[in-house]
């Protein structure tokens, strides 16, 4: 199984629920300054140009500070304004990494009570739905909706489906990309086709909206009797009401 790339998968959301004035703007934006800084050194892998590895490296800072929070609080939501709002910023980001930085503040809303989203497991088997024959034939899918006018899938909410949902919590929900999506699922499956079918199963519910997130989780006693973990991958709508998440435990003692 490959690691997740964000260090920030490794947190429970449990912490997710702390009272954001826990959260160190005062640690945590001079951090994301420091790492722009290198990002925009000419000896940097992308030279003046910030990368979206980079960036990600950057608003880690937002989800990994001192205090001892995952999420951002309303400070550092303020400071992210006013870089989204920062023409000559924005410039030196790369394509891809401009959509990371945008999918990480649309998500990332500083909104720490979650709004109803309501998952139910769906009627028929992963074999079903995308041929699973391997190491997704096991993968638990849920789906549902945010009522119309009651809020949208943002990280509070996502966090606290998936725990309502799943049974463990999970680690910060990660803007991803298609590619990245098909990197997850094939490091864990060599089977062509099931990740393709997976792929296509998912993006089913994204492909208009590009919203795609992924998260790590563990947990002692969550349906085994040893300890399990494995990646979650949540795909929402455009309206951001609708949500798709598929559950895959890679490990399990």
Do not use: H
């Not at 490794?10 to 629920?17: D, R, S």
């Not at 400071?79 to 999918?103: E, I």
């Not at 990646?231 to 490990?251: E, K, L, N, P």
């Amino acid at each position: 199984m490959k690691t997740l790339s964000m260090t920030s998968l490794v947190g429970a959301l449990a912490l997710l629920t702390a009272p954001a004035a826990f959260a160190t703007s005062t640690t945590s934006i001079p951090a994301f300054e420091a790492s722009i800084t290198a990002a925009k050194s000419p000896s940097s892998p992308g030279g003046t140009t910030i990368l979206r590895s980079e960036i990600r490296t950057a608003l880690d800072a937002f989800l990994n500070d001192t205090g001892g929070v995952y999420g951002v609080d309303s400070a550092e939501r303020a400071y992210l304004t006013t870089r989204r709002n920062d023409t000559p910023f924005q410039q030196s980001l790369t394509g891809t990494a401009a959509k990371y930085f945008a999918d990480f503040y649309e998500v990332n809303d500083a909104i720490f009570t979650g709004y109803p989203l309501y998952l139910s497991p769906v009627a028929q088997t992963p074999a079903v739905l995308f041929g699973a024959t391997g190491s997704f034939s096991g993968a638990r899918i849920q789906e549902g909706y945010i009522p119309n006018g009651q809020g949208v899938a943002n990280q509070q909410t996502l966090g606290e489906a998936f725990s309502m949902a799943f049974g463990p919590q999970a680690s910060i929900f990660e803007p991803i990309t298609v590619r990245e999506l098909i990197g997850q699922l094939s490091a864990y499956s060599y089977n062509v086709d099931e990740v393709e079918g997976a792929v296509a199963y998912i993006t089913e519910i994204s492909r208009n909206s590009n919203r795609l997130y992924r998260t790590g989780w563990s947990c002692r006693g969550c349906g085994a009797p040893g300890y399990t973990q494995g990646f979650a991958i949540a795909a929402v709508s455009t309206d951001r009401r609708f949500v798709r998440m598929v559950s895959v435990t890679t490990y399990a003692d």
